[in-house]
């Protein structure tokens, strides 16, 4: 009898803990939904406490406080390109006057190219430069589910730099300008052997040094334990997306970077710790200033001030744009 009821306890124990496995692998397994995938709602209702956004229905930000509708307003062409069985979307927008001076904007977590750069695109513009913008995947008018944090961007950007020297010419200049994901993306671009000679300076804004080290701080803002979700989440990622996140550092690119890069970053940022623009300064070996702006929140650096924001950026841009 001791022994059946050993035998019934045993059992007990085991089921409990595969439903308490199971439970917690579908729990990873939802977050992960949430996170990576463009129709997830959770992650930006979580997000609102610590980010207050205004998503539209397909989850992607739709408010952006002072900054205009320029980027509809003003003359510019849709472009379509297709790589990796994906349909993106492009916008440029050319100077006034002639010249060879191009910047290319990176967005970021579930943004868009028109919308996180409204302002900024203005601003490139008055200064002369033709100005194009990107939808990345899974964002604004390019196709595509999944949000993959710059693993797949970077590919992406990486041919629409193909894109543009092979419709603007060999010998155009090129500046890129990425802002939260869009920074982390740009920043990996930063040391590829394949990056052309004709990006001259990166301009990276409030980006990430690590994808787990970013998921880890959120998560413990969400009070979740963060180890095992890590864990798990990583293993579910490569069987859903086919990429392992833990790979996206940053913060090893600019140890080799091949461009001069100015680090921007909002002190009162409370989505990506401000820390992180620090150990990706330290980190960077290339030319290299950093501007953290007082009062300004995750991407609202050139909102927060604008004067200071444009001086800074004018500044590098003259001291290293050959």
């Not at 209702?45 to 956004?53: A, D, L, S, T, Y």
């Not at 100005?131 to 964002?139: L, N, P, R």
């Not at 990996?188 to 040094?209: F, Q, R």
């Amino acid at each position: 009898m001791k022994n059946n009821k050993k035998k019934s306890h045993g059992k007990g124990l085991l089921v409990g803990a595969s439903m308490l496995a199971g439970a917690f692998a579908a729990f990873n397994g939802v977050l992960l939904y949430q996170v990576m995938d463009r129709r997830g709602k959770l992650m930006g209702k979580m997000g609102e406490k610590m980010f207050p956004i205004d998503l539209d229905d397909e989850g992607n930000i739709k408010s952006f406080g002072t900054r205009t509708s320029w980027v509809d307003e003003a003359e510019h062409e849709d472009i379509t390109l297709n790589n990796r069985g994906l349909s993106l979307k492009g916008y440029y927008y050319p100077a006034d006057e002639p010249t060879d001076v191009y910047v290319f904007c990176s967005h970021g977590y579930r943004s868009n190219g028109k919308g996180e750069f409204s302002g900024l695109a203005k601003f490139y513009h008055d200064q002369g430069y033709n100005v194009f913008v990107v939808d990345h995947q899974a964002a604004g008018s390019s196709e595509g589910n999944n949000i993959s944090f710059g693993y797949f961007e970077k590919q992406d950007c990486m041919k629409w730099l193909e894109y543009m020297i092979e419709r603007f010419g060999s010998d155009i200049r090129i500046i890129l300008h990425g802002i939260s994901m869009g920074s982390a993306t740009v920043m990996m671009m930063s040391d590829d052997e394949n990056l052309p000679e004709n990006v001259k300076l990166i301009i990276a804004d409030c980006g990430y040094t690590d994808v787990d080290s970013q998921f880890k701080n959120v998560i413990h803002e969400l009070k979740i334990p963060a180890s095992p979700f890590i864990k798990t989440t990583h293993l579910f990622n490569k069987l859903a997306y086919k990429f392992d996140y833990s790979s996206i550092r940053p913060i090893d690119n600019v140890r080799n970077s091949k461009v001069p890069i100015l680090f921007i970053h909002g002190r009162d940022d409370c989505f990506i710790d401000p820390n992180m623009a620090f150990e990706l300064y330290n980190a960077c070996t290339a030319p290299k200033d950093l501007l953290i702006v007082d009062g300004a929140d995750h991407a609202q650096s050139y909102d927060t001030n604008p004067e200071l924001y444009g001086n800074k950026v004018k500044e590098f841009i003259g001291e290293h744009l050959k």
